[in-house]
């Protein structure tokens, strides 16, 4: 009977680490600041269309100004009658964006951009649909 308790009681304490561990961000618990975005974004844009140092510079200060914008917007989004509005807002700005990352590449790395921004659309499309479901 005892030792039924205990295995109870561990499953319990197991089950409540495990849904702490879920509600985390999957970046190591951390928000990546714009900063660090930007970063990141001309790290894989990098790896994916070997950018020259123009086009890196470039990148790194359109993903910047996108991502300080974004974290303004959802701040002001998390109110639920401005969150519909600053998701589109996002989206827009997303669009310039890569518009603008668009004009520093030549034509093979286009290609290449719009076949990333592609799967890329469609894994967070299957993400939505996911969700929905």
């Known amino acids: 009977m005892i030792m039924d308790k205990k295995w ?6 197991l089950l409540i680490i495990g849904l702490a561990k879920a509600q985390q961000p ?8 714009p900063d660090e975005r930007a970063k990141r974004t001309v790290e894989m844009l990098d790896k994916e269309l070997q950018l020259n140092q123009t086009q890196k510079d470039s990148i790194y200060q359109f993903s910047l100004a996108e991502a300080k914008e974004q974290q303004t917007l959802f701040q002001s989004g998390r109110d639920e ?3 519909r509005a600053s998701f589109e807002k996002m989206r827009t ?13 030549n034509d093979e790395q286009v ?3 719009d ?8 894994r ?6 996911g969700r929905n479901a």
Not at 115 to 122: S, V
Request: hydrophobic fraction near 30%; charge should be positive.
């Open 115 to 122: 076949t990333l921004l592609k799967e890329r659309q469609n």
């Open 26 to 33: 999957r970046n190591g618990g951390m928000r990546l600041n």
């Open 111 to 113: 290609k290449k951009y």
């Open 81 to 83: 009658s401005n969150r």
């Open 8 to 13: 109870l009681v561990l499953g319990a304490f």
């Open 124 to 129: 967070m499309g299957g993400r939505r649909g």
């Open 93 to 105: 700005l997303r669009e310039k964006s890569q518009q603008k990352i668009k004009g520093v590449l």
